[in-house]
């Protein structure tokens, strides 16, 4: 077992604790959402459902059918949660850098981060915390020695006690505690799925949906067939909303349901992957964590195109990410990605020359890894409702679908909600807000018409 699996480890649920669907006659009629990828954007997504539905309960309002929270079933192929990029992220949040198909919900989300940290005490349960973030880049025109080691920051900041400072380089500041935070993704996915399931959302792990049956002239999904662990059993669920938010899996999803679409979601995952290593944080104090956390970008004061980031977790541990792999295939399932061995010790020897270690003294490695970046070929994420001709499209020979996408009605439908790259922890609640209005048939918080499925 390895440390963070020894730190974050969570009852997981059993293969299906019932044979059949009968659990799930009542919420026919309810409109049951099942949710198919049991990552951060997943639990976001129901966790939104679950507590408008509650809202809507208590206001004496069905919107759409969709009754109660019992009717939404989160759907995994993995054994084990969290194993892919939900549960191995950075964990940095913040309301910058943003493109313009995505800057109004990277500020939603971000609110949102903030309040839920508020209302359920962050800091404490998932170790949220504001973060300073630097990039660091050369002071002086003359060439800086090739051996690593070393910056001067421009506000002396805290950043000394762990990280080497020189006078040949210097810290620019990108974004200060009011504009970015971290949390610990694990815990944070975590405590995501006991939200869900407190609020009585189901959540089936290595189970996968096979088939989707639908009727065509009434334009609505009828029920899913899922087949439950490596044996030949299968039930049917009844469904009115399908989700795909199976990170870089997403189109191997919707591909394998909708052989006939017109369209694909255009995922390109290959190279998307990154090694990553967690080690103690050198010359850490526990009122250190009073002062929140820090990220440093190494990219532009390393030798032959490298890349490394550095952030602190609280409890001093230290995040060293941004790397990257050699390209490998997309395995089929999170938890078969293992990290790369060669790379690994390439990090180890480059970070420890950027790290205030005493003499003598070695980094003190936590854990090692490695994940798959959500990334589609448009470089924004597709948070949308499929329009219904899109998915026979094909299958009737009409050609190309209409360009125009259909929006949330409230009458069901199949929904992605997918390709957030290496910000779906800080747009996890952002794309979890919109997508649950989306399928109640409201009007979203934030504009996501620029976030389609067609190019």
């Not at 948070?383 to 679908?401: C, D, E, Q, Y």
Request: with cysteine.
């Amino acid at each position: 077992m390895n440390f963070l699996t020894s730190l974050f480890r969570w009852p997981s649920s059993p293969r299906a604790p019932w044979s059949s669907s009968r659990p799930f006659q009542n919420c026919k009629e309810a409109g049951h959402t099942v949710i198919v990828g049991g990552g951060v954007i997943g639990f976001s997504t129901a966790y939104y459902l679950a507590r408008s539905a509650a809202e809507d309960a208590m206001n004496g309002d069905k919107v759409s059918g969709l009754a109660t929270a019992r009717c939404i079933t989160v759907v995994d192929s993995s054994a084990t949660l969290f194993q892919g990029a939900s549960g191995q992220a950075t964990g940095i949040l913040g309301d910058y850098g943003f493109g313009p198909e995505t800057m109004a919900l990277g500020e939603l989300s971000f609110q949102l981060h903030q309040d839920l940290a508020q209302e359920h005490y962050g800091r404490r349960t998932y170790g949220f915390a504001g973060i300073k973030i630097h990039h660091e880049e050369e002071q002086f025109s003359q060439p800086r020695a090739t051996t690593g080691g070393n910056l001067v920051l421009k506000d002396r900041d805290r950043l000394h006690s762990w990280l080497r400072v020189s006078k040949d380089l210097r810290a620019e500041l990108i974004a200060d505690r009011t504009h970015a935070g971290r949390l610990d993704p694990r815990k944070f996915c975590h405590w995501l799925r006991r939200e869900c399931e407190s609020r009585g959302v189901r959540v089936m792990l290595n189970t996968q949906v096979t088939k989707v049956q639908m009727d065509r002239e009434e334009q609505t999904i009828d029920h899913v067939t899922l087949r439950l662990g490596d044996s030949q059993e299968y039930i049917q669920l009844p469904c009115r909303n399908l989700v795909l938010s199976a990170g870089p899996w997403s189109d191997r999803v919707f591909s394998s349901l909708f052989p006939h679409a017109s369209v694909s979601i255009p995922m390109n995952v290959t190279a998307a992957a990154g090694n990553h290593l967690l080690i103690r944080t050198p010359g850490w104090k526990p009122d250190d964590d009073d002062f929140g956390c820090d990220q440093v970008y190494l990219d532009e004061v390393l030798d032959d195109e490298l890349r490394l980031d550095l952030s602190t977790f609280l409890s001093g541990t230290l995040y060293v990410g941004g790397y990257g792999a050699m390209p490998q295939q997309l395995p089929d399932k999170a938890d078969q990605v293992k990290p790369q061995p060669k790379e690994i010790e390439a990090m180890k020897r480059l970070v420890a020359q950027w790290v205030r270690l005493d003499e003598g003294e070695s980094l003190q490695v936590l854990d090692t890894g490695r994940c798959y970046r959500p990334r589609t070929t448009l470089m924004r994420p597709i948070i949308t409702k499929v329009p219904w001709h899109v998915l026979f499209r094909r299958m009737n020979g009409i050609g190309h679908a209409d360009r125009k996408l259909g929006t949330g009605n409230g009458h069901g439908g199949v929904f992605v909600n997918t390709g957030h790259d290496s910000d779906g922890i800080t747009l996890g609640p952002g794309s979890g807000k919109v997508m649950a209005e989306l399928i109640r048939g409201v009007p979203t918080s934030v504009d996501i018409s620029q976030l389609d499925l067609l190019t």
